[in-house]
Each structure stands twice: as structure tokens, then as C-alpha cells.
């Protein structure tokens, strides 16, 4: 299976790392021509579309970058899967479950794939769903929905780091993904080019202050922080709008045979691994450029 991965951000140079058939063409894409010149080039067997705008230094910035957010997160999409259909080769849509917003209709409170998204007037949120409705109508494509991506390598965009260097933490539980088991899974459905939207999170949830204990544990005892509410994020000032805190359910891998890790166990060995890193020194420059 050869893989070619678009998009230039952590995710894109993690999965390039981790994967020896991969290419990565960081190349920017504005038009349906861009995808078919990059398609003809490499003539891959699948596409996993790593590419789009989550704003800096947090989704506060797409509030205000609307039209930025709009054209990275829902026309980017629509222009690579218009490229991959008239090839005919499989794309993989990395989603977002922070489409979702509060608890589920169901009574376990797990938001599940088919579930309409309500992302109320969060910019980036609404972007992202607005991608998802209009991929997960197409054949040969897949939707694979990420959360609060945590990862053993440290960088400013690893939740390990946000939360370690925040003063004000809130204290909420969510869906989280562990990406040493995301990298495994986005793997395998591509290679089972699976159709539709998975729920890429690991099953269980995390609060907040269990990452922070184990943070605190393993690798900074000194580490101190307040705690506050979701709502006083944006009552003193630190967020513009609220953030999207949920449980997800990921009923459709379980359906094609794909497991992942209980979270509890996969946070413990990756904050485990991310001690030993922080204590060699090591960043995601280093890491993904060896």
C-alpha cells in the first residue's frame, strides 16, 4: 500500500515518520488541478488528507480568521476528495470530535458516528462539521474523528504541554486520543480503505486532572496550576468562546475488527515515554526530522 500524506502540521510529519511506504508532499493545494498534479505524480493507493486550519495559538484565532478557517477546514476537503473520486483512489479525512458539544442524546452520554453535530457558533467546530457532511455522502472515503490529541513526543501542540504550561486549567473530563494508537489505526483503515466516519479515540475517558496528576507523578512534581470551570474560560478572559468537551463512542471500528487501548492504560505508558523525552531533551523538531 503506498500512502500519500498532504498537509504539513504534526499529525502529517508524525504519521510520515511512522509509516516506511509513506510519501509526505507538504505542498499547498488551492485547486482540484493542485490534487490531480500531486496524484499523478505520486500514484499512491490511498490518501490520508492531514492538511487544514485549527488556528494559533489556540481556535480563538478562527473567530476571527474566519474565511481562512472556512477555506482550510470545509473547501481544502471538498477540493482533495473532488481529486481522489475522479482518480479513484481512497481518501482518509482526518475529523474532529469537537464537532460535538455537551452530552449525547443516548443514555450513556457517548456521542456515536451518525449522530448530527451541533457546534453551536464555535467557528472552527463548524467548519469541520460542515467537511463531515458533505465526505461522509461520498464513496471510497473515510472520516476518521480525532480528540485532544495527546502524545509521548513533547510540542506545543500535545495536550500533555497545553496543560502543563497553563496557570488556569479547566477542569472537565473528555474523549481523548492517544496518538501512538492513532497512528495504528489510521493505518489499518487505509489499508481496509473502510467507508464512512470512525471515532478515532481511545475507549474511556480522561479528566483533566488525571493527566496533570500523572504529569505531576512522572515527570514535574514541582508543577502547580489552578483549577477552574469550563464556563469561567470565557467569564475571565482566557477564551473567547467555550470549548467542546464530550464523550465519543467508537462503535464503527469495533464493527471492522480495529481496537484501540483503554485510555488509562495508554496515558500511563505515554506519559511514561514522554518522561523519558523531556528528560533527554528531546522535541518534536528532533524527533520527526531523525
Not at 179 to 197: H, P, Q
Not at 199 to 212: A, F, Q, Y
Not at 251 to 257: N, Q, T
Request: glycine fraction near 6%; hydrophobic fraction near 40%.
Amino acid at each position: 500500500m503506498k500512502i500519500l500524506i498532504v498537509g504539513n502540521g504534526y499529525i502529517a510529519k508524525r504519521c510520515a515518520k511512522a509509516w516506511e511506504n509513506a510519501i509526505h508532499d507538504p505542498r499547498k493545494i488551492y485547486s482540484k488541478e493542485d490534487v490531480l498534479a500531486i496524484l499523478d505524480t505520486h500514484q499512491p493507493d490511498v490518501v490520508l488528507n492531514a492538511a487544514g486550519v485549527r488556528g494559533k495559538p489556540n481556535v480563538d484565532w478562527c473567530e476571527t480568521h474566519q474565511m481562512e478557517t472556512i477555506l482550510g477546514n470545509t473547501k481544502l476537503p471538498i477540493i482533495i476528495a473532488e481529486g481522489c473520486q475522479e482518480r479513484n483512489v481512497y481518501l482518509l479525512h482526518i475529523g474532529s470530535g469537537c464537532i460535538f458539544y455537551g452530552d449525547s442524546p443516548h443514555p450513556d452520554k457517548k456521542w456515536r458516528e451518525h449522530d448530527m453535530g451541533n457546534p453551536t457558533e464555535v467557528t472552527y467546530s463548524r467548519t469541520k462539521w460542515a467537511a463531515d457532511l458533505v465526505l461522509s455522502t461520498l464513496p471510497n472515503t473515510g472520516i476518521a474523528r480525532i480528540r485532544m490529541p495527546i502524545d509521548w513526543i513533547p510540542s506545543a501542540f500535545n495536550m500533555i504541554d497545553k496543560l502543563a504550561t497553563y496557570p488556569k486549567v479547566i477542569d472537565v473530563e473528555n474523549s481523548v486520543t492517544v496518538i501512538d494508537d492513532m497512528v495504528d489505526v489510521f493505518y489499518k483503515l487505509m489499508e481496509k480503505k473502510a467507508e464512512g466516519i470512525f471515532h478515532v479515540t481511545n475507549p474511556g475517558t480522561l479528566k483533566h486532572k488525571e493527566i496533570v496528576a500523572l504529569y505531576e507523578a512522572m515527570v514535574d512534581p514541582t508543577h502547580t496550576n489552578e483549577w477552574i470551570s469550563n464556563e469561567d474560560l470565557v467569564k475571565q478572559g482566557l477564551a473567547t468562546k467555550g470549548r467542546s468537551n464530550n464523550f465519543l463512542a467508537s462503535e464503527r471500528l469495533a464493527e471492522i475488527g480495529i481496537s484501540m487501548r483503554e485510555v488509562h492504560e495508554a496515558i500511563s505508558d505515554t506519559m511514561e515515554k514522554y518522561a523519558k523525552a523531556k528528560k533527554e531533551g528531546m522535541s518534536s523538531d528532533e524527533v520527526l526530522a531523525c
